[in-house]
């Protein structure tokens, strides 16, 4: 029942913020160079007055602005996100014929950049003042500072390019034939340095977070009595504070996540991935402002999703989250 | 302990500032080691690094000097950088300190709204933003700006909250100062170290924005920026590494810099909270 009302109460909320940004994309495309009418017709650059013409009446844009807001949110609420101008096709079955490749893509990234996070924050925690955990945090600092297209760029020139090790492009090596398990293994290695790099900068994020994290949780006094009671020190580290350390780092990475689906965007710029990042550059560069506010959307409720699974999982993680309360 | 002093204690903060002053350096001096524009095609397109005198970084896809792109790319990053941070410390710090002082529904409701900005994936608005707004330096100035205020209007909130009860607030009210004079002249000045060290990580972040922007082609086209100069090189990387690796080195170095100073002002200005290290 707690579990149901918190759900109700997210979405709820979900559905709020999607609407102001629906009601946010209808203004940019008003402001959006060239005529609303062929943005939205998916037709710019028709010359023909007459054509035009048609268009915006059979589009509502010779009705006044609040009349076109409510068709085009209508509109969406029914999925309907108009046509791409350049492809001539929804909006919606492009980005849907997309998601799968982002959705590997992130999941993949979010997983490695978690797991390894706490791996090395939890390391560093434990060799505060000693060198091994200062390098670890030099390190996490390199790969936040480092922009992570370079590094897509680079492991390309350095794992592709001169080692031969991995592919560089695409989500599986085309006109290969692959089928079954063959298939898997051809996206596995596809996926390597896509995800690799994608997570770098997000495993340095996460690797702060968990140090600072389980720091403050070393301080509590349910650790100084397990230290009192002569508990083995790497059994309250594991036990005591990695525990307790984890439910902020769940909230954190949660908000972190939503990050992901922007890092993705550059990460399938470079990697030639499949995926609505790709379909978001390939907008830009076409200069396809209707795809580019659906993928926007989309892209906010992808991480609307993220955060409300988070929700999930951290009430589920904290047994003290009882009555609803977000 | 002087505040350079306490500076001074956190070494790599020292050698991010060493490397943020040499930076700057650069863009000062970009106009007068390369008085060209550094958009000029002067010699062979290709040219490797070291291959010839006066292009020790070698020649671009259309034979531009690489060493000057990356001198006159430094301005326009810190420029960008600073100019958005200034421009989200103007929107995020009056909001905060709206919200934090007021409370009760003031509070709910711009802290509502600071909320939807955190939700909507920054980069993406950022994108959108600036190639609605059309690419130039102002556009990327304000989408920057525009994702950037939400954690500046949290923490700058979060401040006036825990201040706002203090005793010479209060005794600031007695005397009855109005509630602009004690927001401006009571609060804020107490908030300002926390304020500056979030700026400067601010500044580092909106670098790598802004040449992440410029990557995907969304830089103004009038100013050579080194995420442009990576872009540009993207297709050609199988040929010429280095046209991507100088510039993405240039990068990592200012917002490595900018990182560590931010660290070392922290320790600097907040002495009782300096981290274990």
Known sequence: MVYARLIIMRLLKAVVVLFLIVIFNFFLIQMAPGDPAAILAGEAGATDQEFLNQLRERFGLDQPLYVQLWRYVSGIAMLDFGYSYRLGVPVFDLIMARLPA???????????????????????????????????????????????????????????????????????????????????????????????????????????????????????????????????????????????????????????????????????????????????????????????????????????????????VYSLADPRIKKGAS | MSFFARFAQNRGALVGLIILLLIIAMAILAPLLFPESPWRMVQRPFLPPLSQDGFPLGTDTMGRNVAAGIMHGAWVSLLIGLVSTSVALLIGVPLGAIAGYYGGIIDDILMRFTEFFQTIPNFALAIVLVAIMQPSVTSIVLAIAIVSWPPVARLVRAEFMSLRNREYVEAARLVGQSNTTIILRQILPNTLSPIIVLASLMVATAILLESALSFLGLGDPNVMSWGYMIGAARTVIRQAWWLSFFPGVAILLTVLALNLVGEGLDDALNPKLSRER
């Open chain 1, 102 to 312: 982002t959705l590997l893509l992130t999941g993949t990234a979010f997983v490695l950049s978690l797991v390894l996070g706490i791996v090395a924050g939890s390391m560093a925690a434990a060799r505060v003042k000693k060198p091994s955990g200062s390098i670890i945090m030099a390190l996490a600092l390199l790969f936040y500072a480092t922009p992570l297209f370079w590094v897509a760029l680079m492991s390309v020139v350095v794992f592709s390019v001169y080692l031969g090790w991995l592919p560089a492009y695409g989500l599986y090596t085309v006109g290969a034939g692959h089928t079954g398990f063959a298939l898997a293994l051809d996206v596995a290695k596809h996926l390597v340095l896509p995800a690799t790099t994608l997570a770098l900068f997000f495993m340095a994020i996460y690797t702060r977070m968990t140090r600072t994290s389980m720091l403050d949780a070393a301080q509590q006094d349910y650790v100084k009595t397990a230290r009192a009671k002569g508990l083995k020190p790497s059994i309250i580290q594991r036990r005591h504070v990695l525990r307790n350390a984890l439910l902020p780092i769940i909230t954190l990475a949660g908000l972190q996540a939503g990050q992901m689906v922007g890092g993705a965007i550059l990460t399938e710029t470079v990697f030639a991935w499949p995926g609505i990042g790709r379909l978001m550059f390939e907008a830009l560069q076409q200069r396809d402002y209707n795809l580019l506010l659906g993928i926007f959307f989309f892209s906010a409720a992808l991480v609307i999703v993220f955060n409300i699974i988070t929700d999930l």
